[in-house]
């Protein structure tokens, strides 16, 4: 009797729920056909509104290359895009220069949700969506984006494929001024790399380069994206210094320094030694000189010790069958395209054979130690590219990183052009390197 009884009410539900679906839909006062509808027309309206279009904060990928800034400007169904950046796109092989702009279509559909998506070519933002060769997925990038939120304000939108989350905001200003003032404050800051934050007086250190902050947060080590603005950079997500939470710093051209709206924040000039050595953008080489008309090299400018285990290195690569010959040996920004390899600063080299050039290297991490002191740290990190097929250079990265701290001395401190580096440790163990 129990289970006729039990089933007599859940079916007694399913049928008064069911007569009463009519009901629901007049609770809202029209069809769920028509509140979409309305809705889609809502986010045209916004994105139509604003008269000089929007900036988009666009990040491609995994985030490890950054933010990209576009504009966009909505108009009758049509987009016109233009980026930061010169596109060259590797489908036709044309280069399209940073500020050019380009119309295509775009739709505000519904599918799991309200969405914006880019639905015909554009060559500028479908660069990082498209296959090419050797990338399948192309950059594992979107074109189609989820409505989060939508306000004449600010737009924020989701990734349907890759989730990566793309903001939005209004013009004040004539896109293609917008483009060009992104353009010079990125070449301005991408000069100056950062490794230093003070908050409230508290130094921390972090790694500011290619549009990536890598800093100590309290859950660990974190490394958050941004894009650059007119004024300053914007982060992907808010970053936590200090017990604070930041989402934009701004430039002070005449400090050089990067601060938060509250100033608690600042992101100081380098020094000397910061900039041109320990985030250096360029390459400090070692004495090692290879002369292509003898098909020798020498050596100088570091101890005897060291001398030995380069010789034998080189002499692996340069004595061997297949004709590759070893050109360089640096200390610095890795040669590698940031593309092919993640790893900033490295203890690399260079070797060609025939046209061919390689570049090689074991990624490391330079610290200033004691500033009054000029006391660095080459701390060896990680193999970087293509390192496994040359592991016999491995007592050299042994040497390099087994002797740090090194003492540091610039032949000139105003602008330097060579560095000697002594071992803390044992004053028999050193090396001179002159920059590129």
């Known amino acids: 009797m129990r289970r006729l009884y039990t089933y007599f009410v859940v079916l007694t539900g399913v049928l008064a729920l069911a007569s009463c679906s009519d009901d629901v839909e007049n ?138 989350l793309l903001r939005m905001y209004p013009l004040k200003s004539a896109a293609t ?82 601060r938060t709206a509250d100033g608690r924040a600042v992101l100081p000039r380098p020094t000397t030694l910061e900039q ?5 953008q360029s390459q400090w080489l070692f004495g090692y000189k290879y002369s292509v008309s003898t098909k020798s090299y020498t050596l100088d400018g570091m101890c005897d010790e060291l001398k030995d285990i380069i010789s034998h290195c080189a002499d692996v690569v340069n004595k061997g069958t297949w004709g590759e010959t070893v050109r360089e040996l640096y200390l610095g920004a890795n040669q590698e395209p940031f593309a092919n390899d993640k790893h900033r600063w490295v203890l690399g080299w260079q070797t060609r054979m025939s046209s061919i050039r390689y570049n090689i290297g074991y990624a490391v991490d330079i610290e200033v130690a004691d500033a009054a002191r000029q006391l660095v740290n080459i701390n060896m990190v990680e193999a970087a590219n293509l390192f496994s097929n040359y592991g016999y250079w491995q007592p050299f990265v042994d040497f390099v990183g087994q002797h740090s701290p090194y003492l540091l001395t610039f032949d000139n401190d105003e602008n330097p052009k060579e560095a000697t580096l002594v071992s803390e440790r044992d004053a028999t163990k050193w090396f001179k390197v002159t920059v590129r």
């Open 27 to 164: 609770v809202f006062g029209a069809t769920a056909a028509e509140r979409t509808d309305a809705g889609q027309r809502a986010y045209y309206s916004i994105l139509e509104g604003s008269e000089q279009g929007w900036a988009l904060d666009f990040y491609p990928g995994n985030r490890i290359e950054g933010g990209v800034v576009y504009t966009a400007r909505f108009k009758g169904g049509q987009a016109t895009l233009a980026c930061e950046q010169a596109i060259s796109n590797p489908i036709d092989y044309k280069s399209y220069p940073a500020g050019t702009e380009m119309t295509s279509d775009y739709r505000i559909t519904n599918e799991t949700g309200v969405m914006l998506t880019f639905d015909t070519y554009n060559v500028l933002f479908h660069y990082w969506s498209q296959p090419f060769k050797g990338h399948a997925k192309g950059y594992e990038s979107d074109y189609e984006f989820t409505f989060i939120s939508a306000t004449p304000d600010e737009v924020v939108l989701r990734g349907k494929k890759y989730g990566n």
């Open 177 to 258: 001024d917008y483009v060009k003032d992104v353009a010079t404050m990125h070449t301005t800051l991408s000069a100056i790399n950062r490794k230093r934050a003070v908050v409230d007086g508290k130094t921390y250190p972090i790694t500011m380069a290619y549009n990536l902050m890598s800093y100590e947060a309290a859950d660990g080590q974190r490394t958050v994206a941004f894009v650059h603005t007119p004024t300053g950079i914007r982060f992907y997500e808010p970053i936590q210094m200090g017990g604070y939470s930041y989402s934009a710093m701004t430039y002070d051209k005449d400090t050089q320094e990067l």
């Open 276 to 280: 041109q050595f320990v985030c250096a």
